[in-house]
């Protein structure tokens, strides 16, 4: 399975890999919308600016440039929080990136 944007309804759907939806998204923890300040650290150390427009416990969508380069292990620096979150890129349409945390840390 993947995962695919759906940018005009703004919702994420399951799409198996001959492309048939296989419904909603069942989440681990609830996601909040935001219009937050990020940069994503990437593996060579380069940082790529982003917008975090959802967040949970457990990961969060972000709008990027769609031409820059994301290693698949990133750190999410949340500018205005002092906030670090370790991820893993999960997901990934155009300008859009899914991530799933694996740890946090307060500056």
């Known amino acids: 399975m993947t995962t695919e944007a759906g940018r005009r309804s703004g919702r994420l759907r399951l799409?198996?890999?001959d492309g048939v939806s296989c419904g909603g998204v069942d989440r681990a923890a609830q996601r909040y919308r935001t219009?937050?300040?990020g940069k994503l650290r990437r593996d060579d150390g380069?940082?790529?600016l982003c917008?975090?427009?959802d967040m949970s416990k457990s990961g969060a969508r972000l709008v990027v440039d769609p031409s820059a380069k994301l290693?698949?292990?990133v750190e999410l620096h949340v500018l205005s929080r002092n906030e670090i979150f370790n991820g893993t890129v999960v997901w990934r349409e155009d300008d859009i990136v899914g991530i799933r945390f694996t740890a946090w840390t307060k500056i």
């Open 15 to 17: 799409v198996a890999q």
């Open 51 to 53: 917008v975090v427009r």
């Open 46 to 48: 380069g940082f790529v």
């Open 71 to 73: 290693s698949t292990d």
């Open 35 to 37: 219009f937050l300040a």
